[in-house]
């Protein structure tokens, strides 16, 4: 089973700010956090990652609890190409398994 | 572009032939990953390959068989192949800094995918 757990799908308006959840409340200390996600049968396309410090990067910004045991990734500006299958992912050297990840739909 | 390369991008064969699916790893990157992603289906992992080593298994079929090469690319095997075979292939590739005793994080980079159909 993945380590994740993520909401199925998610909708938001154009524009709006996109709060993608994931729990991984099984996490290790020294894994991280990754997110990816797949636009329509295109490869996975890496967004952003962390270990225990907020991430911002030009796509995305991703915050994890102090706890570490769940994250949010948040699109500050959705816009409708953001439509996609988001995949949060906490792997191992031995585990480099994808879960069921969130359809976020971009609505105009 | 992202670095990785896969061949061929479509490919339509026959149940029980066998074909090779090719995928070039990004310039620095030792490690190649296969994954296997059927019609509205999540990714499956297959294999991990680490500078020539098998690294990792997932649920790779006893009928696929992938290797990596001295050039550090990678060939992934699939052998008589039946209707539900159809799929995208995609290889990813990465550093590995854990395993090139640098520690930090994996990032993979993917790439566009090889998709298969069996008639």
């Known amino acids: 089973d993945a380590k994740t757990t993520q909401p199925p799908s998610m909708d938001c308006a154009e524009g709006r700010a996109a709060n993608l959840p994931c729990n991984h409340s099984?996490?290790?200390?020294?894994?991280?956090v990754y997110w990816y996600r797949q636009i329509h049968s295109q490869g996975p396309q890496y967004i952003i990652h962390?270990?225990?410090n907020n991430e911002t990067n030009e796509m995305a910004s991703l915050i994890i609890t102090e706890d570490r045991k769940s994250s949010t990734l948040i699109l500050p500006h959705a816009t409708l190409r953001d439509t996609a299958v988001y995949y949060c992912?906490?792997?191992?050297?031995?585990?480099?398994?994808f879960g069921a990840g969130t359809r976020l739909t971009v609505k105009p | 572009d992202s670095g990785v390369t896969q061949t061929p991008k479509h490919l339509i064969t026959a149940t029980g032939q066998r074909v090779t699916l090719r995928c070039s790893p990004r310039?620095?990157?030792?490690?190649v990953y296969w994954y296997q992603q059927s019609l509205d289906q999540g990714l499956q992992f297959l294999i991990q390959?680490?500078?020539?080593?098998?690294?990792a298994k997932g649920n790779i079929l006893e009928r696929f068989s992938a290797q990596q090469f001295p050039d550090l690319h990678s060939e992934l095997n699939l052998s008589s192949l039946e209707l539900g075979d159809s799929a995208l292939y995609f290889c990813?590739?990465?550093?590995?800094?854990?395993?090139?005793?640098?520690?930090?994080?994996?990032?993979?980079?993917f790439g566009a995918g090889s998709r298969l159909t069996v008639l």
């Open positions: 990813a590739s990465s550093l590995d800094p854990g395993l090139a005793g640098l520690g930090g994080a994996n990032v993979l980079t």
């Open positions: 962390g270990l225990k």
């Open positions: 099984t996490i290790s200390g020294n894994e991280y």
């Open positions: 310039s620095g990157d030792l490690s």
């Open positions: 390959y680490y500078n020539g080593e098998e690294r």
């Open positions: 992912i906490v792997w191992n050297n031995n585990d480099m398994r």
